[in-house]
């Protein structure tokens, strides 16, 4: 099956800094990839996602960029700010059948300082 | 539009009992997705439930079982509750079935 590993589990950084966070997969049949954004006390929210037929996207502050024959997939969020302090999670899966059962990563506890 | 609502948020209950979880998806989503979370193994897929029929299914002991409503709500069951089933117990539901909105979870202590 598919498995996913994300660095760092932990990631501190200034106010306006950016933040990179890291994925790879081990399934090359995956074709979907989601990040996730979970504050404490609630679910995780979908905050930016990418198909294998596409390289980068950007949604404002937030970008995301994929590799597919390194298998690597990243975020990249820019001028930081203290509530974008969360635990971001990544996720890859494949639409087989049009079910996306995404394998999600350990995730990503990242603090902004202010 | 209301997001997807998960009842109780939570819930303590004693080894060997049995427990209901409910989801209210977003409207017009037909793909109930329910999830584990622990600090330990992390966000595991349970089960994914589409148009009343269980579409797929993770790795779990056959206790866990969930069921879905002709409006799409759907309930999941642990059964003979164990220690280790102390978890946030997730939904997500989705209209495409990729983009998936999760709700804000039931969190289950078992003692």
């Known amino acids: 099956g598919e498995n996913v590993e994300q660095h760092p589990s932990t990631l501190s950084v200034q106010e306006g800094d950016s933040a990179v966070i890291k994925c790879t997969y081990s399934?090359?049949?995956?074709?979907?990839f989601p990040w996730y954004k979970q504050e404490l006390g609630k679910g995780p929210q979908l905050i930016i996602d990418?198909?294998?037929?596409?390289g980068e996207k950007k949604d404002q502050r937030i970008a995301v960029t994929l590799n597919k024959t390194a298998k690597h997939f990243s975020l990249h969020i820019t001028e930081t700010q203290p509530e974008d302090s969360a635990v971001y999670f990544c996720?890859?899966?494949?639409?087989?059948?049009?079910?996306?059962?995404?394998?999600f990563g350990r995730g990503t506890s990242l603090i902004v300082h202010p | 539009k209301a997001g997807v609502t998960q009842t109780p948020r939570y819930l303590i209950k004693t080894r060997g009992q049995q427990v209901t979880l409910s989801c209210s998806p977003i409207?017009?989503?037909?793909?109930v997705s329910w999830y584990q979370q622990t600090p330990g193994q992390g966000l595991q897929f349970l089960f994914e439930?589409?148009?009343?029929?269980?579409?797929n299914k993770g790795n779990f002991p056959g206790r866990f079982s969930g069921r879905q409503f002709s409006n799409s709500r759907s309930e999941m069951n642990v059964s003979t509750l164990e220690l280790g089933d102390s978890a946030l117990y997730l939904c997500?539901?989705?209209?495409?079935?990729?983009?998936?909105?999760f709700g804000p979870g039931t969190r289950l202590t078992v003692t």
């Open positions: 997500a539901s989705s209209r495409t079935g990729s983009e998936q909105y």
């Open positions: 399934d090359s049949a995956s074709n979907y």
């Open positions: 990418i198909r294998s037929n596409v």
């Open positions: 996720a890859a899966s494949n639409g087989a059948g049009g079910s996306y059962i995404p394998t």
């Open positions: 409207s017009g989503h037909r793909s």
């Open positions: 439930y589409f148009s009343e029929t269980q579409r």
